[in-house]
Nanobody
């Protein structure tokens, strides 16, 4: 059983920054990729950023240049640094590990204009 625990969400004004964290615990041998999705009210869940074990990263076009994903593989932890936040970034952000289909519980990010 693997658990993903997120933290770091909150309310911030437009132009501000937040840093999300997600720690994986449980019976884990090796995690390849870890990533972040988000879901805004009335919209489908979308991929925000993904990081593979070899250091490859990918981002949604809407967040390129503003968000940075990073990993601490020894701690099975992934981070999402979000800068220059916009109201349209408001959503519930979910941590995701593709190899097991594991999801975190989600953390709310609200950006006020």
């Amino acid at each position: 059983q693997v658990q993903l625990v997120e933290s770091g969400g909150g309310l911030v004004q437009a132009g501000g920054s937040l840093r999300l964290s997600c720690a994986a615990s449980g019976t884990i041998f090796s995690i390849n990729a870890m990533g972040w999705y988000r879901q805004a009210p009335g919209k489908q869940r979308e991929l925000v950023a993904l990081s593979t074990r070899d250091g490859t990263t990918s981002y949604a076009d809407s967040v390129k240049g503003r968000f940075t994903i990073s990993r601490d593989t020894a701690k099975n932890t992934v981070y999402l640094q979000m800068n220059s936040l916009k109201p349209e970034d408001t959503a519930v952000y979910y941590c995701y590990v593709p190899q097991g289909g594991w999801w975190g519980q989600g953390t709310q990010v609200t950006v006020s204009s």
